[in-house]
C-alpha cells in the first residue's frame, strides 16, 4: 500500500502490468505442465516397434493418449498415411508441416502479453521517474530549498517507480526467454520426430 499511496498514479498501471505478467506465466507453466511434460525418447521405441510391426492402430492409439505437440503431429501422419497408403515423402512432409503449424499457436499463446510486459513495464518506471524529479524540481522552484521535505515526495515517487518497474520486468524478461526457450524445444522436437516418422516410410 506504501508504494501505491507514494508511487503515483504510474504505480497503478505496473501493478496492472505486474497481474497480466503473472496470469500469463502462471497458464503457460499450467499449459507446458500439462500438455508439453512427455518424454518422446520414452515412446519412440514403442511407436518404432508398432509400425515395423504394421500395427498402425497401436501407434496411433498410443499417440493419442499423449498430449504434446509432438505426439499430435506424428499421429496425424500416421492417420493420413493409414487412410491413404501414400508413400509419396513430399505429401508426408506437407501434412507434418501443416499440423506443426497449427500446433505453434497453441504454443505461443499468450507469449506477446508477456512480452509487453517485460519491455513496457521498465519504461513506465523511467517515466514515473522522470515525472517524480520533474515534481521535485517544481516544489524546489515554488519552496526553496531550505526545507527538505519539500523533494521528499518528487523523489520518493521517482525511486518507488523506478524499483516497481524494475521488480516487474526482470522476472517477466527472464520467464519470457525461459518459455521462448521450451517453445523452440518443441518446434524443433516436432520437426525431429516427424523426419524420423517420415525417414521410415522412405526407405
Known amino acids: 500500500m506504501y508504494w501505491l499511496v507514494n508511487g503515483g498514479i504510474l504505480m497503478y498501471f505496473i501493478v496492472f502490468m505486474s497481474i497480466l505478467g503473472l496470469y500469463v506465466i502462471i497458464e503457460r507453466a499450467i499449459y507446458f505442465k500439462v500438455n508439453e511434460n512427455i518424454d518422446m525418447s520414452r515412446i519412440r521405441p514403442i511407436l518404432r516397434n508398432a509400425i515395423e510391426k504394421n500395427d498402425i492402430k497401436g501407434a496411433i492409439t498410443t499417440l493419442g493418449n499423449q498430449k504434446s505437440s509432438t505426439a499430435k503431429v506424428i499421429k496425424e501422419v500416421l492417420i493420413y498415411w493409414y487412410k491413404t497408403r501414400s ?58 530549498t531550505g526545507d527538505a521535505s519539500v523533494l521528499a515526495s518528487g ?39 516427424s523426419a524420423e516418422l517420415i525417414n521410415y516410410f522412405r526407405k
Open 155 to 193: 523523489i520518493s515517487q521517482a525511486l518507488l517507480t523506478t524499483a516497481g518497474g524494475l521488480f516487474v520486468a526482470i522476472p517477466a524478461i527472464i520467464l519470457y526467454n525461459y518459455f521462448n526457450k521450451k517453445i523452440d524445444d518443441q518446434i524443433n522436437d516436432m520437426e525431429k520426430g
Open 87 to 144: 508413400t509419396n515423402v513430399e505429401t508426408l512432409e506437407e501434412k507434418a508441416r501443416e499440423v506443426a503449424l497449427a500446433q505453434v499457436p497453441k504454443l505461443e499463446r499468450n507469449m506477446w502479453l508477456l512480452s509487453v510486459v517485460a519491455h513496457t513495464t521498465p519504461l513506465i518506471g523511467l517515466l514515473g521517474t522522470v515525472t517524480g524529479m520533474i515534481k521535485a524540481f517544481q516544489a524546489v522552484s515554488l519552496h526553496g
